[in-house]
C-alpha cells in the first residue's frame, strides 16, 4: 500500500521531483525535498505533507475531511506565522482538494543521530547525568513558553506530543528554539477546556514516554507556560480546568 502511495505522490509531483520518505503516520505521509514547487533557483529543505485517500471512510466524507485539516493546518500556519513570538514553519504551497502542503523544513540531526524533536532531545538526556541539566530545563521552560504564548493568543494545538515539538540550536548561543508542527487538529479557540486538554496530552506524552524523569520535565513545561501567560486570571482559569481533565483522565483509566 505504501509504494502504491508513494507512486502516487511521486506521479502527482512529476516524475524526476526529488522527494524521500521521512514518515508515515496514521493519517499523513512526509516526504521532503531540496526543490521548491515553482521556483527550482530556491534549494533550500521542504517538507511536503500528504493525507491520502483512507479506504475505510465513505469517499464524500473522506474528501472534505482531508480538505478541512489540510486547509485547517494551512490557516493556522499562516496565521501563528504573523505573531511575532511563536515559531512554526513557512507555508510554501498548498493543493487541499488532493491533500498537498509544502512547508519549510525544521530542525536538525541532534548528537546522537536523530531528528531533534522534544522526544528524541529528552530521550538523549534520559539518564542521570544529564536529565536534570540545565540545557533541558531551558528547552522545557520555552516549549512551555510557546504553548502559553499560543494558548493567550486563542489558539490551541490538539495534538501536543513530544514528537510534534522540533528544536533548533543557533549556531553561536548553542539555545535551542521549540518550533510546533502538525496543525491539522488545530484552531482558534477561547475555550479553556481546549486549552486545559492540549496541557493535558502533551503530560500525558510525556508521562509516557519519558517517565523516569516526568515529573520534574512537566513541572519545567509549566513553569514556563505560566511566565508567558499574561492574563493571570484567564491562566487560573485554565489552570483549574487542566487539572479537572486531569481528574477526568484518572476516573477513566480507574474504570479501564
Ligand atoms: N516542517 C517540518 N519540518 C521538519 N520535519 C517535519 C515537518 N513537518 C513534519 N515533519 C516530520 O514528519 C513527521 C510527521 O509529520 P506531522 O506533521 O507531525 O504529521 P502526522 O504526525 O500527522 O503524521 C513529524 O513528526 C516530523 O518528524
Ligand atoms: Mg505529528
Redesign the pocket.
Request: aromatic fraction near 8%.
Given at each position: 500500500m505504501s509504494s502504491q502511495l508513494i507512486d502516487h505522490v511521486q506521479q502527482y509531483l512529476g516524475e524526476d521531483f526529488p522527494i524521500k520518505l521521512?514518515?508515515?503516520?496514521?493519517?499523513?505521509l512526509?516526504f521532503?525535498t531540496s526543490k521548491h514547487p515553482f521556483n527550482p533557483s530556491l534549494n533550500k529543505e521542504y517538507?511536503i505533507?500528504y493525507r491520502p485517500f483512507k479506504e475505510y471512510r465513505h469517499s464524500q466524507i473522506d474528501k472534505t475531511i482531508t480538505k478541512k485539516r489540510t486547509v485547517g493546518e494551512c490557516r493556522c500556519l499562516v496565521k501563528l506565522n504573523t505573531m511575532d513570538e511563536i515559531n512554526v514553519?513557512q507555508l510554501i504551497a498548498a493543493d487541499p482538494y488532493n491533500g498537498f502542503i509544502w512547508?519549510?523544513?525544521?530542525?536538525q540531526t541532534l548528537a546522537n543521530g536523530t531528528?531533534s524533536?522534544l522526544k528524541n532531545f529528552l530521550w538523549m538526556n534520559n539518564n542521570d547525568e544529564n536529565a536534570y541539566k540545565k540545557e533541558v530545563e531551558e528547552v522545557l521552560y520555552s516549549v512551555g513558553r510557546q504553548i502559553g504564548i499560543l494558548h493567550i493568543n486563542h489558539y490551541v494545538h490538539g495534538?501536543l506530543t513530544s514528537?510534534?515539538i522540533?528544536l533548533e540550536q543557533d549556531k553561536s548561543s548553542n539555545e535551542w528554539t521549540p518550533?510546533l508542527?502538525?496543525f491539522?487538529l488545530s484552531g482558534y479557540s477561547t475555550l479553556v477546556e481546549d486549552k486545559g486538554v492540549d496541557l493535558y496530552v502533551l503530560e500525558r506524552a510525556i508521562l509516557s514516554t519519558h517517565s523516569l524523569y516526568a515529573e520534574k520535565y512537566n513541572e519545567w513545561l509549566l513553569e514556563g507556560y505560566k511566565q508567558s501567560y499574561s492574563n493571570q486570571d484567564e491562566l487560573k482559569q485554565v489552570l483549574k480546568r487542566f487539572e479537572e481533565v486531569r481528574l477526568r483522565g484518572r476516573k477513566r483509566s480507574m474504570l479501564g
Open positions: 521521512i514518515s508515515q503516520g496514521a493519517e499523513a512526509v521532503e517538507i505533507k514553519p512547508q519549510s523544513k525544521i530542525g531528528f524533536n495534538d514528537s510534534n522540533v518550533f508542527i502538525d491539522g
